[in-house]
T-cell receptor
Framework: GAVVSQHPSWVICKSGTSVKIECRSL??????MFWYRQFPKQSLMLMATSNEGSKATYEQGVEKDKFLINHASLTLSTLTVTSAHPEDSSFYICSASRSRGGTDTQYFGPGTRLTVL | GESVGLHLPTLSVQEGDNSIINCAYSNSASDYFIWYKQESGKGPQFIID?????DKRQGQRVTVLLNKTVKHLSLQIAATQPGDSAVYFC?????????FGKGTMLLVSP
């Protein structure tokens, strides 16, 4: 149990376009979902936390108008990278927790590789 | 401290050896710690966790040690196998937010 999926697993887009990444909890209800970004050979950096039905809370330095997060149901959160640029190329990973605020264990998705040309 | 840079600390071991991966965490108020394994191109995989009221926890082939005095966490892997080759991250939990360490690459030679 506690499986989290992401779609797509990789995406290549042109600079200036928007890309949507989906994160789904397949066998549990995820009250809280987290989005992380990881650059090559670096650690995961938390971008934002979203509770179902609420606006996401963004970490310092993360532009909320550029990285739009929607958590409309207990099994789905989406991250939209708007007007993507090459510097947005990264590995985006979501995680999901059963509890509000994420006090329960976080279960991670497989990640989405975004390449912006 | 370590620079983030493009070079992960690397631990190279022979198959069958015991491996010890270390991590220094930053916040003395953190109450929960987790070790994750990340293979190339994949998301982190939970290995073992420990709460701050414990100093040792054992799993199958893995042991986590917590030293709160010096804010140090270690992961011990017994009888390391080639399939253990990956990057290992520690993470500390504070107020429901996970902060990941810089990671250590474990390379296991047959």
């Amino acid at each position: 149990g506690a499986v989290v999926s992401q779609h797509p697993s990789w995406v290549i887009c042109k600079s200036g376009t928007s890309v949507k990444i989906e994160c789904r909890s397949l066998d549990f209800q995820a009250t809280t979902m987290f989005w992380y970004r990881q650059f090559p050979k670096q650690s995961l950096m938390l971008m934002a936390t979203s509770n179902e039905g609420s606006k996401a809370t963004y970490e310092q330095g993360v532009e909320k108008d550029k990285f739009l997060i929607n958590h409309a149901s207990l099994t789905l959160s989406t991250l939209t990278v708007t007007s993507a640029h090459p510097e947005d190329s990264s590995f985006y990973i979501c995680s999901a927790s059963r509890s509000r605020g994420g006090t329960d264990t976080q279960y991670f998705g497989p990640g989405t590789r975004l390449t912006v040309l | 401290g370590e620079s983030v840079g493009l070079h992960l600390p690397t631990l190279s071991v022979q198959e069958g050896d015991n491996s010890i991966i270390n991590c220094a965490y930053s916040n003395s108020a953190s109450d929960y710690f987790i070790w994750y394994k990340q293979e190339s191109g994949k998301g982190p995989q939970f290995i073992i966790d420990i709460r701050s009221n414990m100093d040792k926890r054992q799993g199958q082939r893995v042991t986590v040690l917590l030293n709160k005095t010096v804010k140090h966490l270690s992961l011990q892997i017994a009888a390391t196998q080639p399939g253990d080759s990956a990057v290992y991250f520690c993470a500390e939990n504070l107020s429901s937010t996970l902060t990941f360490g810089k990671g250590t690459m474990l390379l296991v030679s047959p």
